[in-house]
């Protein structure tokens, strides 16, 4: 069972980093509508409002109250997420609020000593609401997967990219369940559960970054696609460690070396798309939403390392 700073510490350090990345999401669908369905529209917009709201109530408690690993780890926020949501405003109309990124970059390092019961009624009741609109989220993107597939409705956005949304908003509501409960996972396991998923998602990212570049940017599509072919392959890798097939240590070292490189190309096209010198159909939003996960993906892999969990 947890103790009551761990509960603290994890729930707030998951809210950082997925209730902005779910607000994104929501962001990301909202854009992709056309204005025929402008119903999907405007409850995209109310769910980036409600996480908008889930993320302030987590920065307002976790002052003090979080890892200084994670506020370091550039998953939280990164040094281009203020201008990405100024550059993403201005060319959308839709007012981002950068007080919370701002109010992100202001907290400070360090960790509760002793859970106060009222600190942990107040995590425990922000849970229940992250939970709650967690499960709505999966359901919207559910039923706009199925309208996709169907032929019933278009939007901007690939199918392939509704499941991956899909799949991280599952992820944080099954770890946001566990905490929940106090139940403590098989560190073992969950590392190597974790890897397979966050490799797939990373080959994922280097296959929409392909697909959104402009045809003209003929080096960055071959990088971007040489990644893509990298991941699919470590993922392979991670779920034949799952069952023993494969060295599980080899696959760690393979896959943090992979992840540095993805994540350096990443912040080199986030700046890329900031000063307008790449070619791309890629808000900048984008950009530093998918650096962030890189960002976290490798923090994962050194916890694990450092823990030797793999």
């Not at 566990?178 to 403590?184: A, F, M, V, Y």
């Not at 080959?203 to 003209?216: C, S, V, Y």
């Not at 943090?256 to 080199?268: E, G, H, S, V």
Request: aromatic fraction near 10%.
């Amino acid at each position: 069972m947890l103790s009551g700073i761990e509960f603290i510490k994890q729930s707030l350090g998951l809210h950082l980093f997925f209730a902005r990345i779910m607000k994104e999401h929501s962001f990301f669908l909202e854009v992709g509508f056309t204005p025929r369905d402008a119903s999907f529209t405007q409850r995209a917009g109310d769910f980036r409002r409600e996480f908008d709201g889930i993320l302030e109530e987590a920065i307002s408690l976790a002052d003090g109250a979080v890892s200084p690993e994670i506020l370091q780890s550039g998953e939280v926020i990164t040094p281009f997420t203020l201008e990405a949501e100024k550059a993403t405003t201005f060319f959308t109309g839709i007012q981002i609020p950068t007080q919370l990124t701002k109010a992100e970059a202001g907290l400070a390092d360090g960790c509760v000593k002793t859970a106060k019961s009222m600190l942990e009624k107040k995590v425990f009741a922000l849970n229940i609401k992250a939970i709650k609109a967690t499960a709505a989220l999966i359901d919207f993107k559910t039923k706009i997967l199925a309208n996709v597939l169907s032929c019933k409705m278009f939007t901007l956005n690939y199918p392939l990219l509704i499941i991956h949304i899909t799949r991280e908003a599952e992820l944080y509501l099954q770890q946001l369940k566990r905490l929940q409960n106090r139940g403590r996972i098989n560190p073992e396991r969950e590392a190597l559960e974790l890897e397979f998923f966050w490799n797939r998602q990373m080959a994922e990212h280097a296959k929409f970054i392909r697909g959104l570049l402009d045809p003209t940017e003929n080096d960055l599509i071959l990088l971007a696609n040489n990644f893509g072919n990298e991941f699919d392959q470590l993922t392979e890798k991670a779920k034949a460690a799952m069952v023993s097939t494969f060295p599980p240590s080899k696959v760690t070292e393979k896959s943090l070396k992979a992840t540095k490189d993805l994540r350096d190309f990443k912040k080199q096209g986030t700046q890329g798309i900031l000063s307008c010198k790449i070619r791309s159909i890629i808000i900048p939003l984008l950009g530093d939403h998918v650096l962030r996960e890189a960002n976290h993906y490798l923090w994962l892999l050194k916890m694990f390392e450092r823990c030797k969990c793999i």
